[in-house]
């Protein structure tokens, strides 16, 4: 079993910043590639970034590249989404999600979630 647990959420105004942390324990961190996903009211869950196990590869959502940036330390079995320039339409529940593979992680087949942390972003 893995728990994540996410924070940072907050308000923010458009083109301001913010910091989500993933935080994990449980089985090796470090086993797993981690994905972010976000879910505005009356949407499906989306794809917003992935990051592998060791964290050398990335990936990112049309919408969300070149504002937003996945990271990760094992060593503190988290993993962090920096979000810059943030718009509106970036308002949304984001979660983070650890999955067996990058490419599971990039689809959404995670085998853990967390319980989400809520972004708001006003114009």
């Known amino acids: 079993q893995v728990q994540l647990v996410e924070a940072g959420g907050g308000l923010v105004q458009a083109g301001g910043s913010l910091r989500l942390s993933c935080a994990a324990s449980?089985?090796?961190?470090?086993?797993?590639?981690m994905g972010w996903f976000r879910q505005a009211p009356g949407k499906g869950r989306e794809f917003v970034a992935a990051i592998s196990w060791s964290g050398s590869s990335t990936s990112y959502a049309n919408s969300v590249k070149g504002r937003f940036t996945a990271t990760r330390v094992n060593a503190k079995n988290t993993v962090y989404l920096q979000m810059n320039s943030l718009k509106p339409e970036d308002t949304a529940v984001y979660y983070c999600?650890?999955?067996?593979?990058?490419?599971?992680?990039?689809?959404?087949?995670?085998?853990?979630w967390g319980q989400g942390t809520q972004v708001t972003v006003s114009s």
């Open positions: 449980g089985r090796t961190f470090s086993n797993y590639a």
């Open positions: 999600g650890a999955a067996g593979n990058y490419y599971k992680a990039q689809v959404g087949e995670c085998d853990y």
